[in-house]
C-alpha cells in the first residue's frame, strides 16, 4: 500500500470557492433561523453524531415523527423528502409550521430519516422512503398538518394547564399558548416537560382553511442562504473522519464488464494510491484526494469483455422501432367503439409519425456517495433519492439486515430521477468494504453520462378518421420502443397484459373526447439501462398527441384553442386552464407581426392516479435570420391549492426551461455499443440568453394539493413545434427539433 504525500504547498494555498463562502459569509440570515446542515435526524446514535449535535440540536425534545423543540422555543421540522430543486424543503415545512403556530422565524429543517412514518406506498413502488413522481405534496401533505395539529394541540392544553385556565379559552400563535381573555401566554419552549407527559392525539382537529396564515404564502426559500454562502451540504461536500477518495473508470461500451487491470501494481504505487478496486462493473482506484485517484484511473490499463452484449447503434434501434409501428403484434391498452370500423369505411384519414431519442439526466452534481463498510453495519452518506433502496440493496449485498445501513441524505444537486438508482451508491460501498475505511467515489461527468439509466426514445403512429365538422370520429394511436416496465418492473407489465403505463401516458386515459379510441404499443427491447426520468414518458407521449392535435386542427381549418375546448367540453376544470392561460397571452387578439404562436395542453395523471395536474401552455417566437427565437411563454397551471405560491412559479419556470433543453438539444446517440455524448460540449443545455420571458397563471383552486415538479415539461415541445409551424409552413415530428436557435 503506497504512503500517502503531503499535499504539495500550491495545492494547500489554493482555496476552493466553497470554502471561501464559507469563511466569508455573513452568518446573520434571519430566513427561518439558523443553520441548514441536511444531516439525518435518525433513530441511529451513529446518523446523530458530528456536524448534528455540533449545531446545539442535542437539547431539542422530541414531540411526534415531525417535530423537536428546544427550551427556548426553536424548532426543527424533519423533511423525509430530499431536497432535489422542487422546494420541498420549505414548502412541507410550512404546512407543519402553520398547523402548529410555530414561530416561521425560528424553524429550521433537518433531513429525516429511518422511521415508517416517512415511507409512502405510492407509483407502483412498495411502500419505502424515496421521492420521486411529483408526489411529496400529495402524499404529504395531510400527514404533516395532521403531526402540526398533534403538536399543537398537546401544546394548547398544557399551556392552558400551566396558565391555570380551560384550553377553549386559549389560543395558539408564533409559538405561543395565549389566554384570551387576559393576554397572558406561555412559550413552547417553556411547556416541553408538560408536553413529553401528554398522549399525543391520533385525531387531531385540524385548521380551517381560513385560519391558514402560512399556507398559501409566497414565503422565501429556506434552504437559498445556505446555498449561496456555500453552507449548505451536498454529496461532494461530504468529509468524515478517515475517510479516503475514489474515482471510477467504466468499460468503452455501454454494458462491458472488467476482466482484469493489466497495470494493476503499477497504478498502485502511483502517489497517493492505496488500493485498485475490481467491482462488478468498474474498477475503483481509492487514493487520498480525488485529484490522484483520477490521474490513476486514467493511467490504468483495463482488459474489457464485451461479448455479453452484440454492438448496438442509433440507427438501427430506429428502424426497429420503424418496423414496429407496422406489425401486427400491440399489445391493445384502449379500445373504445369500433375503430377498425371507422377507418375501414372513411373517407378522409389524417396520419403522421413521430420520434424521440434516449436522453440523460445529466444532473448539475454528477453521482456521488460517501459508504463506510463495518462489520456489522453500514453508513451512507450522499445525494439519495431513495433512501429504503439504498437500505435493501446493500443489505442485501453485503448480508446486513436494511435497517442496519444508516442513510444520511444530503442536498441532491439535480436528480431528475437518477439518483434513486443506487449504482454509485454500490461503487463506493465496494470500494470501502475493499479497503476498511469510508470511501467517497465520485463518478466523472464522462462516465455519468456514458453509463446512465437513460429514458427510453419512442416512436409512434398517429391516425385519425375526420368527420365533416373537422373532429375526429375514430382515432388510432400506436406507441414502440423499449418499455419502461418490461425492462425494470416485468410485474407490472406482465400485470396490465403487456404493455407499459409509461410509454402510453395521457394516450391510454385519453382525455380528448374521442368516441372510436384505439390505443396500443409493442415493446421493441434494447441491451439499453432505462429508469425513470423527470416526466417520464409524457415528454414523448404529449409530443405525439398535442402535435397530432394541432395537426388536426390545422386540417379542419379551427382554431387549436376552439378545437381543444370542443373535445374537452365535459371537462370544466381542463376548460378552465385552457381559458386562463389564452386570456394571459392575448389569444383572441393576432399576434404581433412576425410573432407566431403554438398552444399545447396536457393533463398530467400522477403515477397510480396519485394526481391530476391540469397545464396550458403557449409560445410565441420570431424567426430572426433563419434562427428561431423564443420570446415568450405563458403557463397556466392547475396543481390544487397552492401551498406556495412562489415555489409554484420556480418549478414552472424551471421545468420551461428543462423542456426546452430536451425540445432542441437533448438526445443520447449510440454507436458500436457505445454512448456518443460524453460532456456538455456534445450535450448542451439552453443557454441563459435563450431562455424566453416566462408568465406563469396559478389557477385558484379547493382541490386538494397536487403534484407540480414535473407536470410542465410534456407540452412545451408541441408548442414550440406548432409556433414553428406557423412560421416555417413545415412539420418537425422528432425531437430534438431540428431549428436552431436565435
Given at each position: 500500500m503506497a504512503a500517502h504525500p503531503a499535499e504539495p504547498a500550491e495545492a494547500r494555498r489554493r482555496e476552493s470557492r466553497r470554502a471561501f463562502l464559507k469563511r466569508s459569509a455573513a452568518t446573520g440570515f434571519a430566513i427561518a433561523g439558523s443553520l441548514v446542515l441536511p444531516l439525518a435526524w435518525s433513530t441511529h446514535s451513529e446518523a446523530a453524531e458530528g456536524a448534528d449535535h455540533a449545531q446545539g440540536t442535542a437539547g431539542f425534545h422530541e414531540i411526534n415523527d415531525w417535530v423537536r423543540v428546544d427550551p427556548d422555543g426553536r424548532t426543527i421540522i424533519g423533511l423525509s423528502q430530499c431536497e432535489v430543486g422542487q422546494g420541498v424543503y420549505t414548502g412541507l415545512p410550512q404546512v407543519l409550521a402553520d398547523e402548529m403556530d410555530a414561530d416561521w422565524r425560528r424553524v429550521s429543517v433537518e433531513f429525516v430519516t429511518g422511521r415508517d412514518a416517512y415511507r409512502i406506498s405510492a407509483a407502483n413502488e412498495m411502500p419505502q422512503q424515496f421521492v420521486g413522481a411529483s408526489m411529496s405534496v400529495t402524499m404529504f401533505y395531510t400527514r404533516l398538518r395532521i403531526a402540526g395539529a398533534q403538536a399543537r394541540s398537546a401544546f394548547l392544553k398544557a399551556g392552558a394547564e400551566r396558565l391555570g385556565v380551560r384550553p377553549t379559552q386559549c389560543?395558539?400563535?408564533?409559538?405561543?399558548?395565549?389566554?384570551?381573555?387576559?393576554?397572558?401566554?406561555?412559550?413552547?419552549?417553556?411547556?416541553?416537560?408538560?408536553?413529553?407527559?401528554?398522549?399525543?392525539?391520533?385525531?387531531?382537529?385540524?385548521?380551517?382553511?381560513?385560519?391558514?396564515?402560512?399556507?398559501?404564502?409566497?414565503?422565501?426559500?429556506?434552504?437559498?442562504?445556505?446555498?449561496?454562502?456555500?453552507?449548505?451540504?451536498?454529496?461532494?461536500?461530504?468529509?468524515?473522519?478517515?475517510?479516503?477518495?475514489?474515482?471510477?473508470?467504466?468499460?468503452?461500451?455501454?454494458?462491458?464488464?472488467?476482466?482484469?487491470?493489466?497495470?494493476?501494481?503499477?497504478?498502485?504505487?502511483?502517489?497517493?494510491?492505496?488500493?485498485?478496486?475490481?467491482?462488478?462493473?468498474?474498477?475503483?482506484?481509492?487514493?487520498?484526494?480525488?485529484?490522484q485517484a483520477k490521474k490513476a484511473c486514467d493511467a490504468l490499463d483495463v482488459q474489457w469483455d464485451d461479448a455479453g452484449t452484440p454492438p448496438f447503434d442509433s440507427a438501427t434501434i430506429l428502424a426497429q422501432?420503424?418496423?414496429?409501428?407496422?406489425?401486427?403484434?400491440?399489445?391493445?391498452?384502449?379500445?373504445?367503439?369500433?375503430?377498425?370500423?371507422?377507418?375501414?369505411?372513411?373517407?378522409?384519414?389524417?396520419?403522421?409519425?413521430?420520434?424521440?431519442?434516449?436522453?440523460?439526466?445529466?444532473?448539475?452534481?454528477?453521482?456521488?456517495?460517501?459508504?463506510?463498510?463495518?462489520?456489522?453495519?453500514?453508513?451512507?452518506?450522499?445525494?439519495?433519492?431513495?433512501?429504503?433502496?439504498?437500505?435493501?440493496?446493500?443489505?442485501?449485498?453485503?448480508?446486513?439486515?436494511?435497517?442496519?445501513?444508516?442513510?444520511?441524505?444530503?442536498?441532491?444537486?439535480?436528480?431528475?430521477?437518477?439518483?434513486?438508482v443506487p449504482d454509485f451508491v454500490i461503487h463506493a460501498a465496494v470500494a470501502s468494504k475493499a479497503v476498511g475505511r469510508p470511501v467517497k467515489v465520485i463518478r466523472s461527468r464522462e462516465d455519468d453520462i456514458r453509463h446512465g439509466f437513460y429514458r427510453p426514445g419512442v416512436s409512434a403512429r398517429l391516425r385519425a378518421v375526420l368527420g365533416a365538422d373537422g373532429y375526429p370520429e375514430a382515432l388510432?394511436?400506436?406507441?414502440?420502443?423499449?418499455?419502461?416496465?418490461?425492462?425494470?418492473?416485468?410485474?407490472?407489465?406482465?400485470?396490465?397484459?403487456?404493455?407499459?403505463?409509461?410509454?402510453?401516458?395521457?394516450?391510454?386515459?385519453?382525455?380528448?373526447?374521442?368516441?372510436?379510441?384505439?390505443?396500443?404499443?409493442?415493446?421493441?427491447?434494447?441491451?439499453?439501462?432505462?429508469?425513470?426520468?423527470?416526466?417520464?414518458?409524457?415528454?414523448?407521449?404529449?409530443?405525439?398527441?398535442?402535435?397530432?392535435?394541432?395537426?388536426?386542427?390545422?386540417?379542419?381549418?379551427i382554431d387549436p384553442l376552439a378545437y381543444r375546448r370542443t373535445l374537452l367540453r365535459d371537462d370544466p376544470l381542463a376548460l378552465r386552464v385552457l381559458d386562463r392561460a389564452a386570456a394571459k397571452a392575448g389569444w383572441s387578439n393576432k399576434p404581433a407581426a412576425g410573432v407566431h404562436r403554438g398552444l399545447a395542453y396536457c393533463l398530467y395523471t400522477g403515477r397510480g392516479g396519485a394526481f391530476t395536474t391540469y397545464v396550458a401552455l403557449i409560445v410565441e417566437l420570431r424567426i430572426v435570420n433563419g434562427n428561431a427565437k423564443l420570446e415568450r411563454v405563458v403557463c397556466a397551471v392547475d396543481c390544487g391549492r397552492a401551498i406556495n405560491p412562489m415555489l409554484i412559479r420556480q418549478m414552472v419556470?424551471?421545468?420551461?426551461?428543462?423542456?426546452?433543453?430536451?425540445?432542441?438539444?437533448?438526445?443520447?446517440?449510440?454507436?458500436?455499443?457505445?454512448?456518443?455524448?460524453?460532456?456538455?460540449?456534445?450535450?448542451?443545455?439552453?443557454?441563459?440568453?435563450?431562455?424566453?420571458?416566462?408568465?406563469?397563471?396559478?389557477?385558484?383552486?379547493?382541490?386538494?394539493?397536487?403534484?407540480?415538479?414535473?407536470?410542465?415539461?410534456?407540452?412545451?415541445?408541441?408548442?414550440?413545434?406548432?409556433?414553428?409551424?406557423?412560421?416555417?409552413?413545415?412539420?418537425?415530428?422528432?425531437?430534438?427539433?431540428?431549428?436552431?436557435?436565435?
Amino acid at each position: 500500500m503506497a504512503a500517502h504525500p503531503a499535499e504539495p504547498a500550491e495545492a494547500r494555498r489554493r482555496e476552493s470557492r466553497r470554502a471561501f463562502l464559507k469563511r466569508s459569509a455573513a452568518t446573520g440570515f434571519a430566513i427561518a433561523g439558523s443553520l441548514v446542515l441536511p444531516l439525518a435526524w435518525s433513530t441511529h446514535s451513529e446518523a446523530a453524531e458530528g456536524a448534528d449535535h455540533a449545531q446545539g440540536t442535542a437539547g431539542f425534545h422530541e414531540i411526534n415523527d415531525w417535530v423537536r423543540v428546544d427550551p427556548d422555543g426553536r424548532t426543527i421540522i424533519g423533511l423525509s423528502q430530499c431536497e432535489v430543486g422542487q422546494g420541498v424543503y420549505t414548502g412541507l415545512p410550512q404546512v407543519l409550521a402553520d398547523e402548529m403556530d410555530a414561530d416561521w422565524r425560528r424553524v429550521s429543517v433537518e433531513f429525516v430519516t429511518g422511521r415508517d412514518a416517512y415511507r409512502i406506498s405510492a407509483a407502483n413502488e412498495m411502500p419505502q422512503q424515496f421521492v420521486g413522481a411529483s408526489m411529496s405534496v400529495t402524499m404529504f401533505y395531510t400527514r404533516l398538518r395532521i403531526a402540526g395539529a398533534q403538536a399543537r394541540s398537546a401544546f394548547l392544553k398544557a399551556g392552558a394547564e400551566r396558565l391555570g385556565v380551560r384550553p377553549t379559552q386559549c389560543t395558539t400563535k408564533s409559538g405561543r399558548v395565549i389566554h384570551l381573555q387576559t393576554g397572558r401566554s406561555v412559550g413552547y419552549g417553556e411547556l416541553l416537560d408538560d408536553v413529553a407527559r401528554l398522549p399525543l392525539d391520533p385525531q387531531p382537529r385540524l385548521k380551517p382553511e381560513s385560519a391558514h396564515t402560512l399556507i398559501g404564502q409566497p414565503l422565501g426559500k429556506l434552504d437559498a442562504p445556505a446555498k449561496v454562502s456555500g453552507r449548505a451540504q451536498f454529496g461532494v461536500d461530504v468529509n468524515v473522519p478517515g475517510m479516503l477518495n475514489g474515482a471510477i473508470r467504466m468499460a468503452p461500451t455501454l454494458n462491458g464488464k472488467p476482466v482484469a487491470v493489466r497495470n494493476r501494481d503499477a497504478v498502485r504505487a502511483l502517489p497517493g494510491v492505496v488500493d485498485v478496486v475490481q467491482a462488478k462493473d468498474a474498477i475503483i482506484v481509492v487514493a487520498a484526494t480525488y485529484w490522484q485517484a483520477k490521474k490513476a484511473c486514467d493511467a490504468l490499463d483495463v482488459q474489457w469483455d464485451d461479448a455479453g452484449t452484440p454492438p448496438f447503434d442509433s440507427a438501427t434501434i430506429l428502424a426497429q422501432r420503424k418496423a414496429a409501428l407496422m406489425s401486427e403484434r400491440a399489445v391493445v391498452a384502449t379500445h373504445v367503439g369500433d375503430a377498425a370500423a371507422q377507418f375501414a369505411n372513411a373517407q378522409r384519414v389524417i396520419e403522421a409519425d413521430y420520434h424521440t431519442p434516449y436522453i440523460v439526466h445529466a444532473t448539475m452534481e454528477p453521482v456521488n456517495a460517501t459508504v463506510h463498510v463495518r462489520e456489522h453495519d453500514i453508513e451512507v452518506w450522499g445525494p439519495i433519492q431513495g433512501q429504503d433502496k439504498v437500505r435493501w440493496t446493500l443489505g442485501a449485498i453485503f448480508k446486513v439486515p436494511s435497517d442496519k445501513v444508516i442513510v444520511n441524505t444530503t442536498f441532491l444537486g439535480g436528480s431528475f430521477g437518477r439518483k434513486y438508482v443506487p449504482d454509485f451508491v454500490i461503487h463506493a460501498a465496494v470500494a470501502s468494504k475493499a479497503v476498511g475505511r469510508p470511501v467517497k467515489v465520485i463518478r466523472s461527468r464522462e462516465d455519468d453520462i456514458r453509463h446512465g439509466f437513460y429514458r427510453p426514445g419512442v416512436s409512434a403512429r398517429l391516425r385519425a378518421v375526420l368527420g365533416a365538422d373537422g373532429y375526429p370520429e375514430a382515432l388510432h394511436i400506436r406507441v414502440t420502443g423499449q418499455s419502461l416496465y418490461w425492462s425494470i418492473k416485468r410485474d407490472y407489465f406482465e400485470k396490465a397484459g403487456g404493455w407499459d403505463e409509461t410509454m402510453l401516458d395521457g394516450l391510454y386515459d385519453l382525455g380528448y373526447r374521442v368516441p372510436n379510441l384505439l390505443v396500443d404499443s409493442v415493446n421493441v427491447n434494447q441491451p439499453i439501462p432505462v429508469s425513470f426520468m423527470r416526466s417520464v414518458g409524457s415528454t414523448s407521449s404529449v409530443f405525439f398527441l398535442e402535435n397530432f392535435i394541432n395537426e388536426l386542427a390545422n386540417a379542419a381549418h379551427i382554431d387549436p384553442l376552439a378545437y381543444r375546448r370542443t373535445l374537452l367540453r365535459d371537462d370544466p376544470l381542463a376548460l378552465r386552464v385552457l381559458d386562463r392561460a389564452a386570456a394571459k397571452a392575448g389569444w383572441s387578439n393576432k399576434p404581433a407581426a412576425g410573432v407566431h404562436r403554438g398552444l399545447a395542453y396536457c393533463l398530467y395523471t400522477g403515477r397510480g392516479g396519485a394526481f391530476t395536474t391540469y397545464v396550458a401552455l403557449i409560445v410565441e417566437l420570431r424567426i430572426v435570420n433563419g434562427n428561431a427565437k423564443l420570446e415568450r411563454v405563458v403557463c397556466a397551471v392547475d396543481c390544487g391549492r397552492a401551498i406556495n405560491p412562489m415555489l409554484i412559479r420556480q418549478m414552472v419556470e424551471g421545468g420551461i426551461g428543462f423542456a426546452l433543453t430536451n425540445t432542441f438539444r437533448s438526445e443520447i446517440t449510440f454507436k458500436d455499443g457505445a454512448v456518443e455524448q460524453q460532456n456538455f460540449a456534445d450535450y448542451p443545455l439552453l443557454y441563459l440568453a435563450q431562455m424566453p420571458k416566462v408568465e406563469v397563471v396559478i389557477v385558484d383552486s379547493d382541490r386538494a394539493p397536487q403534484g407540480c415538479g414535473e407536470v410542465v415539461l410534456p407540452p412545451v415541445a408541441p408548442a414550440v413545434a406548432e409556433a414553428l409551424y406557423q412560421a416555417r409552413g413545415t412539420r418537425l415530428r422528432s425531437m430534438p427539433l431540428d431549428q436552431p436557435l436565435a
